[in-house]
């Protein structure tokens, strides 16, 4: 029996390539790919992909565990598999393994518990959301009738799969990515024709909960969402009252509150994965978290400390600080991105940062030409690398090839 494995991530294995054309040459010659273990210190136990001796991409996390589990009961450390379809759009793909492989019931093989030695005793705990409530109940019911069917109406279990991917874009629980692997599977080999028509829907949802339009929602969606939700207000309002004759001594509020945070930050720095050092940049933490297996449990512990640890902060004045401290951080990524392209010239660097932020796209490409024209800005890099950089920081979000037709420095006279 064919499985199907969805390979993620090539627009990372790739840097620097053309990624539509990557993909159409492997949609083209459906080249043999490698499936081989790696233990990294971010992200765990991945399986890279490669095509000969070039990585392209990783097994989806989706994917991840049945992987491991066919390696092991084949005893094998590497799988040899062919690209069966692309999705250019999703920056992913998918190959088929088969063979002398066996790939049913695979257990995947039990992995070292990052977060065994990890918890947050500070209460109380953020209670469960509505969402996440029917998120849970639209799994059950979704892979129920993909494993049994005929028990409900096609259009209710739809429904239900629609729900699901509406939902699953904010649990990164190690639990639901799991359901939704198993769901992934049932769905590619569902016996209807119209189940099945799902399963590019599917993938493409699972793709983009890792890239980094989905890192950046993490920042400026959810995490705004569970800081301002009635959750995090009665959590807050719980605190309160369990520190109340504290908080009701005016010579003893700053420091109730002071002390807590003290013991929040401790608690965080003890995260596995040198994950505290993400714990200021919600976006990067969320992506890492969908890798590191993170048990629902601990999911919750972790993400009420972080928004008490918000709340106190806003109540001492400090929100705006380190709102401004992630800030100063990101440009100084960014920076560190763009110096090459200004001549190696940081001050130049800065200066384009500030004027562009908050710029119509055609009055940025209308800088760049005009930069690139005074040499301010390397001609070789002022396509692919500086629109890669502003565009997946938001900056210009219009395509590559508007870009290109808007920089048209090919001609542009030499100053």
């Known amino acids: 029996m064919e499985t199907l494995i969805q390979i993620t991530g090539v627009q990372y294995a790739c840097q620097g390539a053309d990624i539509p054309a990557v993909m159409a040459a492997m949609q083209q010659e459906k080249p043999e790919v490698l499936l081989v273990t790696e233990q990294t210190h971010d992200f765990g136990t991945i399986v890279r992909a490669l095509v000969g001796t070039q990585y392209r991409g990783v097994v989806s996390r989706f994917d991840l565990e049945h992987v491991l589990g066919v390696m092991q009961q084949n005893g ?157 207000d009665r959590m807050y309002r719980q605190w309160c009252a369990i520190h109340a004759d504290e908080l009701g001594n005016p010579h003893l509020r700053r420091s109730a509150m002071v002390g807590e945070l003290q013991t929040i930050e401790e608690c965080l720095k003890r995260l596995p994965a040198d994950l505290y050092y993400q714990t200021n940049q919600f976006g990067a933490l969320m992506h890492r978290l969908l890798y590191l297996h993170v048990p629902r449990q601990k999911l919750t512990m972790l993400l009420s400390a972080l928004v008490l640890r918000h709340l106190l902060r806003e109540q001492l004045g400090l929100a705006d600080e380190h709102q401004a401290a992630a800030v100063a951080e990101v440009d100084s990524y960014l920076l560190w991105q763009m110096t090459p392209v200004f001549n190696g010239n940081t001050d130049d660097a800065r200066e384009f940062l500030m004027l562009v932020r908050g710029q119509l796209p055609t009055e940025i490409t209308h800088l760049v030409c005009l930069w690139v024209r005074n040499k301010r800005i390397c001609r070789t890099h002022c396509h692919r690398r500086l629109w890669t950089i502003l565009h997946e920081a938001g900056i210009y979000k219009p395509t590559e090839s508007n870009w290109n037709m808007q920089v048209n420095v090919g001609k542009a006279p030499r100053a």
């Not at 009738?145 to 939902?167: A, C, P, W, Y």
């Not at 949802?205 to 995490?223: C, I, K, M, N, P």
């Open 76 to 232: 094998v450390t590497v799988l040899v598999g062919k690209v069966k379809d692309t999705d250019c759009e999703g920056r992913c793909y998918s190959i088929s393994i088969g063979g002398d492989y066996n790939t049913q019931d695979c257990p995947a093989p039990s992995a070292t518990d990052l977060w065994a030695d990890w918890s947050w005793a500070g209460a109380p705990l953020l209670e469960g959301s509505p969402e996440g409530s029917r998120l849970e109940v639209s799994l059950k019911v979704t892979l129920s009738e993909l494993r049994r069917g005929s028990t409900m109406s096609k259009r209710t279990m739809l429904e239900h799969f629609m729900l699901v991917l509406h939902l699953m874009q904010w649990d990164v629980s190690h639990e639901t990515q799991t359901l939704l692997g198993q769901i992934r599977q049932l769905v590619l080999h569902h016996p209807d024709a119209d189940v099945q028509a799902l399963a590019p829907q599917l993938r493409h949802a699972l793709a983009a909960l890792g890239s980094d339009e989905r890192t950046r929602l993490f920042r400026d969606v959810y995490l705004p969402h569970l800081c301002s939700g009635a959750a995090a």
